[in-house]
């Protein structure tokens, strides 16, 4: 495969292109054309896949019940004083890179108040408000004044930096925040002004909004780990800025990416860090940055890290909350709209996996087992990402609908109701998430009615539609644009 892969680069790379399109397209069709030559077999693939929802919908369960409870317990733990049990403490630096195409001001100053409300001594935080070019520079001016003026007292370190775009780059935020980490690197640790081993990098996107105890919490797990100069670490990314605010079809599938990520958290064997998450300078220095060609840049930063440590690299749990906004927009249709140009942008993700698979082979040095389980994994997410919504909703229905002559024997007649027996039986995961849910997500506002709040689990009944509109949809799309060649932009998702 080694040989393929270097004689034939281009070839193979088109190939794996195709791959996660062609895969998903066969797997959605297959109970189709299946039925109507070998039912029998289509009804074993789809109990199958009712039997591997089962067990993803128990373990999401039991995940994110454990993560709530350890975020609760985090939340309540004095993380300087923890730290402060390591003498050098005070010489850690945390350097944030705070990502900004055009978002408005409001949203960088509750970013900026959440990082001034930290409970480290905020000496240690050297906040980088990385612009854009392409933003009006009279903008880009009354942003930088307004936030000095507000938080210069309690950011002392605040620096901005203008990224315009290059010919060897793509647009988005991938580009912008390496040229923000380059020139701290050059401006800040080069001159001395930051010590490159005791220096932390995170990536944080305009409208983040941190626990106030983050970056005490950091400062403990990196004095705290060995093998720091090699790890990452993720919070848990909720969308629960604008939660009472955009509508219930959006509030249902943004909820379950919130609980998603809370989950992950307790499942370190397949952990990868995304969207806002930290990382030592070392490491990113010496795996040389972001890619500034590469749109799904989490992921990407990872697995670079990953083969570039021989396999060493891990993402190490942050049990505090991340709160984040869901994609928004004026009115119901743009936010539709809106919403589902952010989960295509996610989707794309599989844009990576010839990379990550391409490096598997190629790559030596790098534990078999190791390696191996985490592309499964990886092709897992990324290529079920459309086929489960089919397969789970419509799936069971077709191979009796297209062959009336299968549901007469006892595999077609026990199939809908043996079906239908294990997605009831996954409702009682369902319960256990919409607790912690209620739990977890900000209080109810004033100006929302309390019978509003009481209706809001009954919501969930549009799980089919918004599965639909924001997964399957954008999943597919994702996966065909990449099989045909057609590649897309970063759009920067619209901030209200």
Not at 74 to 91: C, M, N, P, Y
Request: hydrophobic fraction near 45%; include cysteine.
């Amino acid at each position: 495969m080694k040989n393929i892969f270097l004689k034939h680069e281009r070839l193979m790379r088109r190939m794996l292109e195709i791959l996660p399109g062609f895969t998903s397209w066969s797997l959605i069709l297959f109970p189709f054309w299946g039925s109507f030559f070998s039912p029998a077999i289509v009804a074993y693939f789809v109990l199958l896949f009712d039997v591997f929802w089962f067990y993803k919908s128990a373990t999401f369960a039991f995940t994110v019940v454990l993560s709530h409870l350890r975020i609760k317990a985090s939340e309540q733990l004095d993380w300087v004083g923890e730290a402060k049990g390591f003498s050098d403490w005070q010489k850690v630096s945390h350097v944030i890179i705070v990502a900004t195409a055009k978002e408005p001001l409001h949203l960088l100053r509750r970013t900026f108040a959440s990082l001034a409300a930290q409970d480290l001594p905020r000496k240690q935080l050297f906040v980088v408000l990385a612009m854009e070019a392409i933003e009006d520079p009279a903008q880009r001016k009354i942003k930088e004044r307004e936030l000095r003026q507000e938080f210069g007292k309690k950011l002392p370190n605040i620096f901005v930096t203008v990224h315009e775009l290059k010919e060897n780059e793509i647009k988005g935020k991938h580009a912008n925040e390496r040229y923000a980490a380059m020139w701290v690197y050059e401006n800040l640790i080069k001159k001395g002004r930051l010590t490159l081993d005791y220096t932390t990098v995170t990536s944080c996107d305009a409208d983040h909004v941190y626990h106030c105890k983050y970056f005490s919490y950091l400062t403990f797990k990196f004095l705290d780990d060995p093998g720091r100069y090699e790890k990452f670490w993720q919070p848990a990314i909720l969308f629960y800025n604008n939660f009472w605010r955009i509508p219930a079809l959006s509030r249902v599938a943004n909820t379950f990416g919130s609980l998603w990520n809370m989950s992950l958290l307790s499942r370190k064997d397949r952990m990868i860090n995304q969207q806002n998450y930290s990382l030592s300078f070392t490491l990113l220095n010496k795996v040389g940055y972001w890619d500034p060609k590469v749109i799904p840049e989490d992921y990407h930063i990872f697995f670079k890290a990953y083969f570039g440590t021989k396999g060493k690299a891990e993402v190490e749990p942050i049990y505090l909350p991340l709160y984040a906004d869901a994609a928004e927009s004026r009115g119901f249709l743009k936010t539709t709209r809106n919403q589902y140009e952010q989960f295509k942008r996610w989707a794309w993700g599989v844009s990576d996996d010839p990379y990550v698979i391409r490096s598997y082979f190629l790559v030596p040095g790098v534990p078999f087992w190791d390696k191996t389980v985490r592309v499964l994994r990886l092709i897992e997410d990324h290529f079920l990402w459309p086929v489960n919504w089919f397969i789970i909703t419509v799936g069971v229905n077709i191979p009796t609908f297209l062959n009336p002559n299968f549901g007469r024997t006892i595999l077609g007649f026990t199939l809908p109701r043996l079906s239908s027996l294990i997605l009831t039986i996954c409702l009682v995961f369902l319960v256990v998430i919409l607790i912690v849910d209620w739990r977890q997500r900000p209080p109810r506002p004033s100006g929302v009615s309390r019978w509003r709040a009481v209706l809001i689990p009954f919501e969930f009944i549009l799980m089919p539609v918004a599965g639909f509109i924001f997964t399957a949809l954008p999943g597919l799309d994702a996966h065909t644009r990449l099989m045909l060649g057609r590649y897309i932009e970063y759009r920067v998702t619209e901030k209200v």
